[in-house]
């Protein structure tokens, strides 16, 4: 049957009479909900979330679209046709949305028992869809169903918008109170977005179509307003996808700034009638469009690269930690196996020397020498894991250190002393010299641990001198008012990429194999470590290999 | 959506309503003005004053009877035998919300009303 009063639209959706207040609420508004949930379904297809948001918006698309037809057409058969979709889509869209609500703030799907709660809801609706429960007739003079509807069935779909309008504001506040800072705004936004979409959305399609079915309202054009609650929606989900990356959406506000743009151009179509002015829309529609590609291409890329940037020192952070936390495992462990290793080594060195000496009887030549080799494994043994303790002390922050005054000059001279025979025995010269000018060499500094850097110096030269001399110096400087020791060497000296390495951990030279020397590496990091911690440093150099080197000790004086 | 298209589409099986053009002298009819911001009848300028009755039957029935369109049926204000249901409903001023003529013109020559009015008629009285 035909609406006799009013004109027949063209191309479906066109009617003279209809204001364009109907078609600007109808089509932006369907396309942008569309273009969000496809956009958002596009970027992460396999996401729950962003399903649903495809439902909800495909949904909603799909009411505005029955909706004009509703309007703009006058026959009466499709137009009962299409009205039970009102009545399923104003049911499932709530229900979709507190599905998507459960999903947005537990970040899982929802239990079985829930779909099937839901399903049993929907299932009236969808059973009396087409019956005279939901509608029975039209008027042809008004062109409209509404005082055929059903008031039970009416107010069974709407009464499942309500569940929803209560539903998801208890969940969203019961969830606010518990989530983190940063969770927290995004539930804001949610709920404010959701919250204003339903409420206009449900509570005026229904308030003013119940007002007309019972004739208090003539014309329902009213309900129309509530459509503008999804763009609402639309800009806080464009905020929570910008801002908070929510729905794994790489969406820039620039990108949604010119889709706005291109939209909002696009809608002006409606309004305008005149040749001329659609030629220039179109053309700035174009202009637009293809202006906003290239530009959010641009940015994006940047963005992109920033993010990358951002996600590499977000790795190295976790790295670096990762490896601090190894590193001081391996300084506990060390400590703990070197401690073990200690004790019985010192007792094999000490009962070997015991042995050779005679404390246990006369003993045959020939064993000599094995025991002689025996204690100095035994003592080399146990001064590498001297080396480890230290090492371990050094970077789990143990090292005690007791701070003295004493003559630097005097300390070296006797270090001096208590390695020349060892020199000598090595076929090298160790020479000490003093050039103190400004001051007496008095350091304050852990007498013990000095000695060690001075042993530490001084033996290395011995170990890596073949053959030459060694010559010790002891100088100082009024003007940094610091003292220094040289250690000069004749030996097989260093290249430039051993001199770069020299202090870290486990490093010897390239040429120590050549001299025979045993070694952990671990001496001169100890040494260095020692010195930078009572103030001091340690200083290498060297013209290249077989030209000798330079080590040297710097510390702060006591004037 | 199937359900729906076979019922409103296929078979016509839905009630619909209408206003007809009504004469005052005859019978007592419904108000109505054609300008339909104005609320109140008696704000209306009287060129845009109509009288009406309040039809109302299966679409199925009237599509056989008229077509699709009732604009030049001789049979849309009136109801057949052969109809399942058919009402022709006239102002009671007595019912809450009628808008009735407020002037009987049917005083003059009440011999030739028919039927009675106010009053529904329904296809079974005729």
Redesign the interface.
Known sequence: ??C?LFPEPSYFFFSPDLPVIIYYSHIPVAIIALLLGLFVFWNGPRLLLNRLLLFITLGFSLWTFISLIAWTNV????I??????FAILQALIPILSIYFIYVFLYKKDISNKLKVFFTILLLPVLLF??TNLN???????QCNPF??EGLFYKIYYTAIGAIALIWIPVLMIREYYRATPDFKKQIMLMGIGMGFFLLSFLSLTFVITYLTSI?LL??SRLEIYGLFGMLVFAVFITILIVKFKTFNVNLFASQALIIALVILIGAQFVFTENKTAIIILSTTLVMTGVIGIFLTRSIRREILQRDELANLANNLTEVNKRLMAIDKQKSEFVSIASHQLRSPLTSIAGYASMIREGDYGVVPAKLSEPLERIERSARFMAESIEDFLNVSRIESGNMKYNFTDFNLHQLTEHTCDDLRPEALHNGVILLFRSRLESSQGVINADQGKIQQILFNLIGNAIKYTPKGSITVLVRDNGKTKKVFVDILDTGIGMNKDTLDNIFQKFKRGDSANTVNVRGTGLGLYVALKLAQAMGGNITAHSDGEGQGSRFTLELPVVM | MAASYYRFVVLDDYLVSYKMDCDPTVASCYLGCQDLIIADISDCPTADVFYYTKVERYAADLIKLCGENITACPFANTCTNQERSCSISFCDPQKIGSICDPVDHRSSDTASLPPQSPKTTTNSEL
């Open positions: 049957m035909i006799y026959d009466a058969g499709v009962l046709f299409i009205w039970p979709l869809a087409h509608l029975s007739g039209f008027n042809i003079t005082e055929y004739g003539y014309d």
